[in-house]
């Protein structure tokens, strides 16, 4: 039997150090506000100085400044008939991204648009990578194209405000190819705007699905781009994403009449030993407003306080199970002072909607926990509204063994099972994040428990190598990967 490796990047310094409490893009900043560019049906909308200029609007969950900006687009008309590009990016010379007050619909328009300007900045140097060509229903190819900067001058903002950014390209003197903004899959609040006007305040035009090609199947229009804030280092120490494609809520309450009241709960793997001070997750209200987004989804029925609780691991096979579960109860508190987040409305395969939040709770006290320990996470609600129960969001990824839900009195008065998707009829785990305030991972990269391969790496050949990024220039003093055993062909005889 021999080893091959899937690497569990997790790279360590050894020494501590403060780090923000936020989800952390690749290059350590703090990821603000993210909409993804749409690879499957995605169309660039021209957007160049001086017109035409294009913005969409997002709204300040964070309080810290902007201080970088990234965003997808590409060239229109270029190498349309070519799968892949032959030859170099036309090229911009720069950007002019601009950053507006709210109009809120109903004010002046039926829409709601960018007005007083509120920031204005031309960057020059900025990251332009190619980043994948797709398809259109037309048999025309779009090479689409990531672009990265940091701003001359953070923008100021203030949490819960609606703002709208505009990008728009600078063309060299000649060109033939303008610049277009990418569409987006994630939509928010009203579409984007477009503007022809020039002027402060610019006249603003609704863009809709109409005005794209026939073949765009959203009903809305949104523009791809990510905002974030640099950070020292990434604070994450477990990470499983929520599922934002066939995602389920699994009810998870408090029921102070009921001891056995069921609750959800899931395992994770301390890495390095610093104790955890913030959890964050995901949720949502079932049967609340299943077939349509709400007027106002900022305003969900609520939820008075959660419980959350951490447990030792007994490993599958212990105890008669077949699967591994909570043990012994190592930390509980009651939290009401968190935030709730609204992420998205999601229409699941099945044609009903689920609304879902975002979590972020600072631990009243740090639990500390053992390196190479494996611990479970139980977090129930108690709902402010008993007509909607909350029910905790699975994951995307996967990890050891699935989670479970049950109760839980005492070691020898519990009852856990495994947990089904309704409609896939599989196992899930649960979406939830583990930060600290001491910050010591380098960077993170976990393995893929759903359809992960063996890659074969050996001291001679062939060897397997993977690429990071120093975000912090702190010396690699621990690394720590995964392996899986596998059969060579001469083994399998």
């Given at each position: 039997m021999s080893l091959v490796v899937i690497t569990m990047l997790a790279l360590s310094t050894g020494v501590a150090w403060a780090g923000e409490e936020t989800s952390t893009d690749a290059s350590g900043s703090v990821v603000k506000w993210q909409q993804p560019p749409d690879m499957e049906y995605g169309v660039n909308i021209q957007s160049t100085e001086v017109e035409p200029i294009v913005a969409d609007d997002w709204r300040c969950e964070d309080p810290r400044p902007v201080t970088d900006v990234h965003f997808w687009g590409s060239y229109i008309g270029w190498e349309t008939e070519t799968e892949k590009p032959q030859s170099r990016l036309p090229g911009v010379k720069g950007f002019v991204i601009r950053i507006y007050e709210d109009v809120p619909t109903g004010v002046d328009q039926r829409y709601s648009h960018p007005g007083k300007l509120s920031h204005e900045a031309k960057v020059e140097e900025f990251e332009e990578n190619y980043v994948a060509s797709i398809l259109h229903p037309d048999?025309?190819?779009?090479?689409?194209?990531?672009?990265?900067?940091?701003?001359?001058?953070?923008?100021?903002?203030?949490?819960?405000?609606?703002?709208?950014?505009?990008?728009?390209?600078?063309?060299?003197?000649?060109?033939?190819?303008?610049?277009?903004?990418?569409?987006?899959?994630?939509?928010?609040?009203?579409?984007?705007?477009?503007?022809?006007?020039?002027?402060?305040?610019?006249?603003?035009?609704?863009?809709?699905?109409?005005?794209l090609p026939q073949w765009y199947p959203h009903e809305t229009v949104d523009m791809a781009f990510e905002l974030t804030v640099g950070s020292e280092s990434p604070p994450i120490k477990w990470q499983q994403r929520p599922d934002m494609v066939q995602g389920i809520n699994v009810i998870s309450l408090v029921d102070d009449d009921n001891p056995e009241s069921m609750t959800v709960a899931d395992d994770w793997l301390c890495l390095d030993g610093s104790q955890v001070t913030d959890l964050h997750f995901w949720g949502s209200y079932p049967g609340w407003y299943p077939d349509k987004v709400p007027r106002d989804p900022n305003t969900?029925?609520?939820?008075?306080?959660?419980?959350?609780?951490?447990?030792?691991?007994?490993?599958?096979?212990?105890?008669?199970?077949?699967?591994?579960?909570?043990?012994?109860?190592?930390?509980?508190?009651?939290?009401?002072?968190?935030?709730?987040?609204?992420?998205?409305?999601?229409?699941?395969?099945?044609?009903?909607?689920?609304?879902?939040?975002?979590?972020?709770?600072?631990?009243?006290?740090?639990?500390p926990q053992k390196r190479d320990t494996i611990y479970w996470l139980n977090i129930a609600a108690r709902p402010l509204n008993h007509t909607y129960p909350w029910g905790w969001e699975n994951s995307m990824d996967r990890w050891n063994d699935f989670a479970?839900?049950?109760?839980?009195?005492?070691?020898?008065?519990?009852?856990?099972?495994?947990?089904?998707?309704?409609?896939?009829?599989?196992?899930?785990?649960?979406?939830?994040?583990?930060?600290?305030?001491?910050?010591?991972?380098?960077?993170?990269?976990?393995?893929?428990?759903?359809?992960g391969v063996n890659i074969l790496s050996l001291p001679e050949n062939p060897v397997v190598a993977d690429d990071w990024l120093c975000t912090d220039g702190k010396p690699i003093t621990e690394v720590h990967f995964c392996t899986a055993p596998i059969l060579l062909d001469d083994e399998m005889e």
């Open positions: 048999e025309t190819y779009e090479h689409k194209v990531y672009y990265s900067m940091d701003l001359p001058e953070p923008f100021e903002q203030k949490e819960g405000t609606i703002y709208w950014i505009s990008i728009a390209a600078i063309m060299p003197d000649e060109y033939k190819y303008p610049w277009g903004w990418e569409t987006s899959t994630r939509h928010w609040n009203d579409n984007a705007c477009g503007s022809v006007s020039g002027g402060d305040p610019w006249d603003w035009d609704e863009i809709t699905p109409g005005m969900p029925p609520g939820i008075k306080e959660f419980k959350v609780q951490i447990y030792s691991d007994v490993p599958a096979v212990i105890g008669g199970e077949e699967f591994s579960r909570p043990g012994n109860l190592r930390y509980e508190v009651w939290v009401d002072d968190f935030t709730e987040t609204y992420v998205d409305s999601i229409l699941l395969p099945w044609e009903k909607y689920e609304h879902k939040y975002r979590y972020d709770i600072d631990l009243p006290k740090p639990f479970v839900r049950g109760w839980y009195a005492d070691p020898d008065n519990s009852k856990w099972d495994l947990i089904y998707h309704p409609r896939t009829e599989r196992h899930i785990d649960m979406a939830f994040e583990l930060t600290t305030g001491e910050g010591p991972m380098k960077w993170l990269q976990f393995p893929d428990m759903a359809d």
